[in-house]
């Protein structure tokens, strides 16, 4: 169980407010960016970005980006974690999004970053790009589709 997660637990006004404010899909969408963060970080301990796996978002959590980015925040998620998730939230919505994988020169100090192409991001600007990942054919299938 994710500190996030117990957090939760121990504190069931935050369940509640998130309830009050999204109801169930919310909660739901919290939990599901959660333990999403944590597959990834296990997975990709032992495997390539490419064999990475995650699960569907939940019923609803196409509504819930500010509960989404609120949850990937507090579970500390680095930006390569972050980038997936948030690549697998949008294909459950049929939303193509690719992984953008940048670095600086290390003559200015070498730094790699993380992002989706199309999302705001303030350090992509100073990024020289080295790879790309599109967005998983199975992660863009509709629920009930191979």
């Given at each position: 169980?994710?500190?996030?997660?117990?957090?939760?637990?121990?504190?069931?006004?935050?369940?509640?407010?998130?309830?009050?404010?999204?109801?169930?899909?919310?909660?739901?969408?919290?939990?599901?960016?959660?333990?999403?963060?944590?597959?990834?970080?296990?997975?990709?301990?032992?495997?390539?970005?490419?064999?990475?796996?995650?699960?569907?978002p939940p019923p609803?959590?196409?509504?819930?980006?500010?509960?989404?980015l609120g949850a990937?925040?507090?579970?500390?998620?680095?930006?390569?974690?972050?980038?997936?998730?948030?690549?697998?939230?949008?294909?459950?919505?049929?939303?193509?999004?690719?992984?953008?994988?940048?670095?600086?020169?290390?003559?200015?100090?070498?730094?790699?970053?993380?992002?989706?192409?199309?999302?705001?991001?303030?350090?992509?600007?100073?990024?020289?790009?080295?790879?790309?990942?599109?967005?998983?054919?199975?992660?863009?299938?509709?629920?009930?589709?191979?």
């Open positions: 169980m994710t500190d996030l997660v117990r957090r939760m637990v121990r504190t069931p006004g935050a369940v509640l407010r998130m309830h009050r404010r999204g109801g169930m899909p919310a909660v739901r969408t919290a939990l599901w960016a959660v333990r999403s963060v944590r597959l990834v970080r296990r997975q990709l301990v032992r495997r390539t970005m490419a064999e990475v796996h995650l699960p569907a609803g959590a196409a509504g819930q980006r500010t509960v989404l990937l925040r507090r579970s500390e998620a680095n930006c390569l974690e972050r980038s997936l998730v948030l690549q697998r939230w949008y294909g459950g919505q049929r939303i193509a999004r690719t992984v953008v994988i940048g670095v600086t020169a290390p003559s200015t100090g070498f730094h790699a970053h993380a992002w989706l192409d199309g999302e705001p991001d303030g350090e992509a600007a100073a990024m020289t790009e080295i790879l790309r990942r599109p967005a998983p054919p199975a992660w863009l299938a509709a629920a009930g589709e191979p």
